[in-house]
Nanobody, 128 residues
Framework: QVQLVESGGGLVQPGGSLRLSCAAS????????IGWFRQAPGKEREGVSC????????YYADSVKGRFTISRDNAKNTVYLSMNSLKPEDTSLYYC?????????????????????WGQGTQVTVSS
């Protein structure tokens, strides 16, 4: 059974850090580009970051550039999102998704329709 499972969310104070994990089962993540998305209550889901399978290239939303880092450990079949300098506006349900095209395209990666598999999400709350 193909499955993506996110973990690592929680409650953190502004300025704090978290590392989210996206673990795959039933398929091999290194054949897929992986995107992270987030959705806050009452808002549309938005792309946060993407990492290609083919060359490890990465993209970030402007709102997280310089604060978030996406990485992958193919041996562990896991992709990570390291989040630093967290702000209250980062509060969201965070999802990972897998794209069989293996490649994050510059203007396409934030389009959720590009992705084939989705996890159930992990909640991140930034509050004092």
């Amino acid at each position: 059974q193909v499955q993506l499972v996110e973990s690592g969310g929680g409650l953190v104070q502004p300025g704090g850090s978290l590392r989210l994990s996206c673990a795959a089962s039933g398929f091999t993540l290194d054949y897929y580009a992986i995107g992270w998305f987030r959705q806050a209550p009452g808002k549309e889901r938005e792309g946060v970051s993407c990492i290609s399978s083919s060359d490890g290239g990465t993209y970030y939303a402007d709102s997280v550039k310089g604060r978030f880092t996406i990485s992958r450990d193919n041996a562990k079949n896991t992709v990570y999102l390291s989040m630093n300098s967290l702000k209250p506006e980062d509060t969201s349900l965070y999802y990972c998704a897998a794209d069989a095209s293996r490649y994050c395209s510059a203007f396409v990666w934030p389009n959720e329709n590009e992705y084939d598999y989705w996890g159930q999400g992990t909640q991140v709350t930034v509050s004092s």
